[in-house]
């Protein structure tokens, strides 16, 4: 009797001992697998590179991060990215100081140049869009030369568009881009900005049908409009929107219109 029961014994602990192990081994497969899945977050990469930011940017537009409107500004962003992970940042300001630094993109695309950070937001069609986390939204559209670049390399008289010009529909038919607003103090406040112009097609000697990208109520919008010209006057006029303006320069890559008070400055 003693016997059976030293047996019976004997048979419980080893179905404890071997419970003990499974459950340990399970807690081992349990911790592997949470250190492949932390693995897998630190091989993700970021949605992009800076072969794809190689070469000249500069900001045309500004956002305020709380409500989405168009922040006048005179401090535009330039950044030069070269082959080497390098970055030149600098605004339009004259005196602005010039930066040289490092470039790098981590995983959650946060952009790094020089002493900055953004977050990009997204990259197409030569325009990018980064957001600094703190109070803007910067659009910037790809260069070829940054305007301090043609200082002492212009002629004698720098145009200053202060006369408008006559222009023609085959001379604007194309997207022009704004990239950057020259304003005088209060011109932008209850002014709905233009964004993009798009003159697609040309529907009589002096008009032509397209579609306008522009800021109205703290939104960006996007209508079909039609384009009349008269003399040296654009008018655009979008559903109950209407832009009267004035043609200051009209060629293959640059358009120039506005007024006094608010110029826009574009390209194809």
Not at 108 to 114: E, G, K, S, W
Not at 250 to 259: E, R, Y
Request: glycine share 4%; with cysteine; proline share 1%.
């Amino acid at each position: 009797m003693t016997r059976v029961k030293y047996f019976l014994f004997f048979i419980i602990f080893c179905c404890l001992v071997n419970q003990s192990n499974a459950q340990y081994k399970r807690r081992g497969e349990t911790l592997q697998t949470r250190g492949n899945t932390t693995a897998n977050n630190s091989k993700k990469k970021a949605d992009y590179s800076l072969s794809q930011l190689k070469g000249k940017w500069q900001e045309f537009e500004r956002i305020n991060r709380t409500d989405s409107t168009a922040v006048p500004f005179n401090d535009s962003i330039q950044l030069n990215f070269t082959d080497s992970n390098k970055v030149r940042t600098r605004t339009s300001v004259v005196t602005s100081m010039t930066l040289d630094g490092e470039a790098d993109i981590d995983n959650t695309n946060t952009l790094t140049v020089a002493a900055d950070e953004y977050t990009i937001k997204s990259l197409k069609n030569n325009e990018l869009v980064l957001d600094d986390n703190e109070k803007f939204i910067h659009y910037l559209k790809k260069m070829d030369t940054f305007w301090y670049e043609t200082l002492g390399k212009l002629s004698f008289k720098q145009e200053s568009f202060s006369k408008a010009i006559k222009v023609s529909i085959s001379d604007i038919v194309g997207k022009w881009s704004v990239y950057r607003r020259q304003a005088k103090p209060g011109a932008t406040g209850n002014v709905q900005l233009i964004k993009i112009l798009n003159i697609s097609a040309k529907t009589g000697a002096h008009t032509a049908s397209g579609d306008i990208t522009f800021y109205k109520d703290q939104n960006i919008q996007q209508l079909p409009c039609t384009i009349t010209l008269s003399e040296t006057s654009i008018k655009v006029i979008a559903g109950a929107n209407v832009w009267n303006m004035n043609t200051y320069q009209a060629d293959a890559s640059n358009f120039v219109f506005g007024n006094s008070d608010l110029m826009y400055f574009s390209k194809k």
